[in-house]
């Protein structure tokens, strides 16, 4: 593939890009993307990546000699027609390009994160229930609070998940439920993060 050393002295419309600012950003220094979104996913669908690209239809022409199948990328550029091809992968992960191999991976591994998440979500969840309850009453019986929180639970499938998360903290004192609600919290806010 030949890249032009040209540069575009003419805007693209419908389009602004805003110049970084240097420095850290302490208010909110993350961002999310979700990999599933529109762009991601047609920068897998088709292939866009630069090494992936074809612009001449002389390389394109080869490519398809070559049985390659290409997706055509046609748009205007200051009334000009402008015109050029990616290589389609076809779902073979040798044809997949960097920028399409990247994502993947990433919405794999936040998938799993999330799959992880779930979990302890729910034990923080009711923990804190349990924790809220505590710090209401005054009391600092487990076992009270836990039978409490659970028989103010009506939806039985709920009380039978909350059980099973709720009953190995019944023996355990008020200081050591509260190292398990922040190490829940914790573990929670950890992979939150990542």
């Known amino acids: 593939m030949k890249i032009s050393n040209k540069k575009a002295s ?25 990999f ?7 920068i897998m669908a088709f292939n866009l990546s630069l090494e992936k690209m074809v612009s001449t239809l002389s390389e394109a022409d080869e490519l398809q000699r070559e049985n ?8 205007k550029y200051n009334g000009n027609p402008i015109r050029a091809w990616t ?8 044809q997949k ?7 993947e991976r990433l919405g794999r591994m936040q998938n799993e994160i999330k799959a992880q998440l779930k979990p302890i979500g729910k034990e923080k969840e ?11 009453s005054g009391s600092i019986s487990i076992v009270d609070v836990i039978k409490d929180v659970l028989s103010s639970t009506e939806n039985m499938k709920k009380r039978a998940k909350m059980v099973k998360i709720l009953d190995p903290f019944i023996d ?5 439920f509260i190292k398990e609600y922040n190490s829940a919290c914790f573990a929670y ?5 990542k």
């Open 97 to 103: 390009g960097l920028f399409p191999k990247i994502l």
């Open 68 to 75: 390659k199948v290409l997706h055509n990328i046609e748009f």
């Open 10 to 34: 003419r805007k693209f419309p419908g389009a602004h890009v805003f110049l970084p600012k240097k420095g850290l950003e302490n208010k909110q220094p993350v961002t999310g993307l979700d």
């Open 87 to 94: 290589i389609r992968h076809e779902n073979k992960p040798d």
């Open 189 to 193: 806010s950890s992979l939150n993060s």
């Open 172 to 176: 355990l004192s008020y200081d050591n």
């Open 36 to 42: 599933a979104s529109l762009y991601p996913s047609i």
């Open 126 to 136: 009711y923990m804190g229930k349990v924790k809220s309850r505590m710090d209401a």
